[in-house]
């Protein structure tokens, strides 16, 4: 049974720090990532890390945030720095077990293919 259980959100404030660890049990994945969703907005991506290491960021967390993988790659995590207001969100853990790409960057574009969910951690950054 597939697994994805999130930890390490927090109440910060605006600069500080956080990292999110997602450990991640019963399959094998192609692909992993974070996503996150705002109060009333969708959910958005926010970094993917796929099997050959490839990652592929957001752009509002490019430079901020890094996806990283154990060796074991059992527990994924999301380091953020210099967190910002506009980082508030409940920040979700997903897996790619079903397919080979997770995401397709296009000129209209990053879309998304994740197979398993995790219930989500929340972030709140205070200004």
């Known amino acids: 049974q597939v697994q994805l259980v999130e930890s390490g959100g927090s109440s910060v404030q605006a600069g500080g720090a956080l990292r999110l660890s997602c450990a991640a049990s019963g399959y094998s994945s192609y692909c992993m990532g974070w996503f996150r969703r705002a109060p009333g907005k969708e959910r958005e991506g926010v970094a993917v890390i796929h099997l050959d290491g490839i990652t592929h960021y957001a752009d509002s967390v490019k430079g901020r945030f890094t996806i990283s993988q154990d060796s074991a790659r059992d527990t994924l995590y999301l380091q953020m720095n210099n967190l910002k207001p506009e980082d508030t969100a409940m920040y979700y853990c997903?897996?790619?077990?079903?397919?080979?790409?997770?995401?397709?960057?296009?000129?209209?574009?990053?879309?998304?293919?994740?197979?398993?969910w995790g219930k989500g951690t929340l972030v709140t950054i205070s200004s």
């Open positions: 997903a897996a790619a077990v079903l397919r080979t790409d997770c995401f397709a960057v296009t000129h209209e574009g990053t879309y998304y293919a994740m197979d398993y």
